[in-house]
């Protein structure tokens, strides 16, 4: 089934990961009970998965070049997943990024490659129609028409970002959602073939 989602952080660094969730660094504060698709990134390997915030705290103020201070906030996710192709993808990349042993006297080894997750909200209700310009799709929220919203579409176990415009807004009377026409900005080869792959799978 094809989803779409709005993405709340881009290139998060992953503070730490198990197999039952992972915490991680925002500059805004994520809503506990909220469930969130965390795409996690490592190397050439991904898996996108179902997560749930179940704390959130502010953890420091951080110093800008320009002398301002901006907030950074600590969020821990639980994974909402079942034993399924998916995990196993998961537990490679735990696996990939495991910690060494703390030593006595040294510090821990710190894994050969760096755990990155970019963050989708669930505001699309239901992807109506697909193409390989845009999308139109349902759903609860009217995004604003100008700016560039950035999509992270996803196909089964697979997920690709992309950039869209917003060219067509409205509500029926009396319906309780929005319809909103979505252009895909600046498709790539891996883009193009990512929607190839998506209309297939939409188309039956």
């Known amino acids: ?13 992953v ?23 965390l795409n996690l990134r490592s190397r050439d390997q991904n898996v996108l998965l179902d997560g749930m915030v179940v704390r959130c705290q502010l953890s420091e103020l951080a110093e800008t070049v320009s002398g301002n201070q901006l907030p950074v906030y600590q969020n821990g996710f ?8 998916k995990e196993l993808r998961l537990l490679n990349i735990l ?28 505001c699309f209700s239901e992807i109506k129609k697909l193409e390989k310009t845009g999308m139109y799709v349902e759903g609860p929220e009217l995004l604003d028409m100008d700016e560039i919203w950035p999509i992270l579409l996803q196909n089964g176990e697979d997920g690709l970002e992309l950039e869209c415009h917003i060219v067509l807004g409205s509500r029926k009377e009396g319906a ?26 939409f188309q039956v």
């Open 1 to 13: 089934m094809l989803k779409a989602y709005v993405l709340e952080g881009k290139n998060l660094p």
């Open 15 to 37: 503070l730490n990961i198990s197999q039952v969730g992972l915490s991680l660094e925002t500059s805004a504060p994520l809503i506990i009970g909220q469930q969130y698709v």
């Open 78 to 85: 639980e994974f909402q997943l079942e034993r399924n192709p």
């Open 95 to 122: 696996q990939d990024n495991l910690y060494g042993e703390k030593r006595l006297g040294a510090s821990r080894i710190k894994p050969m490659h760096r755990l990155f997750a970019d963050v989708g909200r669930p």
């Open 176 to 201: 309780s959602n929005y319809e909103m026409l979505l252009e895909f900005l600046n498709l790539n080869e891996k883009e193009s073939l990512f929607l190839d792959c998506a209309l297939e799978v």
